[in-house]
């Protein structure tokens, strides 16, 4: 489904503050694979996670998404197949439209944005139906805006948002790293549900080793732009947690 | 005409600049001042298409090619060459007094003997009234029109970018073409005012635009303070606030200088009111809490 091939990244090329950020990174992610993405603070796992979603673009190398060259696509023609999740909840919601309008702009992630108006009362009993499957009893306030919420319930909604539309990557940037270990596991519970009911590749981001351990069915350490450790569904499967402690010791 | 009559007019003329104001500033989140240079732009034009006796039907699209055109180059400059929106604005509010002054070959033009929308219908005896009916029925058109943009999808996209970026662009939008839609959309409708305004004061001038940026920062700041007051969440009910917001605004003018203020202090004492709204909700609130 994605396969990095000989990527490299560097900022700032040249100057006193040059990064290689990313140093020649292969991997090939397979269809419905849940890939969990480990390594220290500055190992690259989130620039690599940036350089599939197009939020960057990398300095040599390609990228390729379900047999589609998109190495220099940008990141808003990505969204065919990539949706995403960030660290911040803020970031993927709009705070100031109503959680309605928030949906209505997920629902057409692939699709152009018209000159009509999308939301119904259709479209409106669809997103309570979806909302009220959380269980969080948001599902009477979708006119309420975004920023209402707290943090967790924003990234349940995000992930509810990220499968509005046809959604074959997802791309999860240390989504619980904000939140308190309860709406954690909420939204941790909801993802890996979500990525197995819809069948999505998906790329978790995460400095929490327990969630490492818990979730996926691949591994990977990053340290210094490289790929240190790669293990596959079986390794992983026999990977105890303090093993996961040792990595980083 | 009655002072308080002629506000209310001039309210409503000079509502297009509070539109456009509120989409640059409150939906983009883009302080654009492009606004002096496309204001002029738009009077200008109107000036030019009726001297050479062109019908609406033809002078009101050029009007709003000419804005949006002004507004898109700024979009252009702040998206493609990464220049600060504000930079971007004053440059590009600068080179249109030039380019206003080239179309109108003269620092004014007056317009005697030409017609103009107000003398396109009688529905009113009363030569007053009826401009003001006009105008009520075009800026109602106007922002009906506006209300039913930011209700589509194309226009939930277009408040998600000046909301959250990140998140608009991970839903497969182009926030740089998206910005300069937005900047070309908010500079047409302030050409529209200085169509309107031309044509109710008769008369095209190289200065009329100088400052005029205030009317629509202080139109759309008093709507915000309405809208922050109320908790308003509605699209229908903000906008018709950034209308009340622009005819307030003149109806504070017109009582100034009824009290014989002298009309050389008419600017500061825009600026002082337009200082009070925006400070108000501060001050009230160190007024309740002294520490």
Redesign the interface.
Known sequence: MISVQKVHKVFNKGKANQVDAIQGVDVGIGEKEFLVIVGSNGSGKTTLLNLV?G?ILPTSGSIHIDGNDVTKL????R??W???V?QNP?????????IL??F???A????P???????NDGFKKLVKDKISTLGMGLENKI?Q?MGTLSGGQRQALTLLMSVMDTCKVLLLDEPTAALDPKSADVVMKTADKLITDFGLTAILVTHNLKEAYIYGNRIIQMAEGKVLRDMDKEKKSTLKQNDLYDWFG | MDLYLSALVQGLCLSGIALGIFISMKIFNIPDITTDGSYTLGGVVTAKMLVLHQPVFVSLPVVIVAGALAGALTGLIHTKLKINALLAGILVMTALYSVNLTLMGRSNIPLINTSSIFTLLNISADPNHNTFLILLVFVALVTLIIG??L????G??M??TG??E??????????DRMKITGLALANALTALSGFMITQFQGFADINMGIGIVIVGLGSVIIAETLINWFRI?SVWISLLFVLSGAIVFQFVLAFTLSLGVNPNLLKIVTAVFVLLIVSLPRLSASFKNPS
């Open positions: 979603a939020s940008a990141d808003y023609n969204s065919e990539i949706a995403r960030f803020l970031s993927g919601t709009a705070p100031d439209l109503s309008d928030n209505r702009l997920a057409i992630r692939t699709k944005k018209g000159l009509s108006i999308g939301i006119e805006p | 039913y943009l209700k589509t999808d194309f939930i996209a408040r998600a909301n959250s990140t998140m608009i662009r991970a839903l497969g939008v182009n926030t969440t």
